[in-house]
């Protein structure tokens, strides 16, 4: 647990082109155009992830959540549930914990109804099965990535920014609430230069800012998540150095913890 957790974030950049491919009456209206300036694409939290190759498998594993994350079947809650799940497969996967892996994937296939994302989880789900069942770990390590690029693809191209940036979050909220777990574990300040993601979190707020859709809005989950990942935000920007100190890993612990607790009420 003494090694350094060291990463570099590496912004995938979704380009979209609407020039002379398109036909004038297949452009997007004036609304539409607006959102596809405004609506930021994310980077993958599996960067964050990419440090873990310095510790040691037990150690993941005692990151992975003890408890399933599970919440009632509701569009908003499904998407973010989505994406926390997936970090927690990945953080699994890479500790060697086929139980965890069986449950997680059985929750995945349960969210796909509302989001129209059928086909690429329950193809995750089957290839899960059979890697589970040989310790492919390294299979398993690629088709989760594989998984996340087909998921935020399927959703940002079919312009379903809201369920993009929720889902988003959840991965984004749970792999730094293990990560800064793990650091809080045995803590020296250069180990907290891996939560440096001024950026994404930058990104992340202004996202759910753009969020207009009253279903989604007008939920006290997604209010109680748009404050903590506002506060969460300031925070991250308020590095000392490119360090934190022991109080700020534990305030971002709290601040990731509190959005968890919401969208399980």
């Known amino acids: 647990m003494k090694t350094r957790l060291i990463i570099a974030v590496i912004a995938l950049s979704l380009l979209f082109s609407w020039g002379c491919k398109k036909k004038t009456d297949q452009l997007p209206d004036e609304d539409m155009a607006s959102q596809i300036t405004t609506f930021a694409p994310l980077p993958s939290f599996k960067e964050v992830y990419a440090s873990l190759d310095q510790v040691q498998v037990k150690d993941i594993a005692a990151a992975v959540p003890t408890e399933i994350f599970k919440t009632k079947q509701e569009e908003v809650r499904n998407a973010f549930s989505l994406g926390l799940l997936t970090a927690d497969a990945v953080l699994a996967a890479k500790g060697r914990d086929k139980n ?68 988003l979050m959840g991965g984004w909220i749970e792999a730094a609430n293990r990560i800064a777990w793990l650091v809080d574990q045995d803590y020296s300040a250069d180990r907290t230069k891996v939560l440096v993601q001024k950026g994404t979190f930058n990104h992340l707020h202004s996202n759910l800012e753009q969020i207009k859709s009253e279903h989604v809005v007008e939920q006290a989950v997604f209010q109680t998540a748009l404050e903590n990942v506002r506060e969460l935000r300031e925070l991250i920007n308020s590095d000392q150095d490119g360090t934190y100190n022991k109080e700020q890993i534990k305030s971002i612990i709290e601040l990731t913890g509190n959005i968890k607790a919401a969208f399980q009420e």
């Open 100 to 167: 965890k892996l069986r449950d997680i994937s059985a929750q995945m296939m349960s969210l796909t109804g509302l989001l129209g994302l059928e086909s690429e989880v329950n193809r995750l789900g089957d290839e899960m099965k059979t890697m589970i069942e040989k310790s492919d770990w390294d299979g398993l390590d690629k088709a989760l990535d594989f998984h996340k690029e087909d998921v935020e693809s399927a959703l940002w191209e079919a312009e379903n920014y809201d369920n993009y940036t929720l889902m």
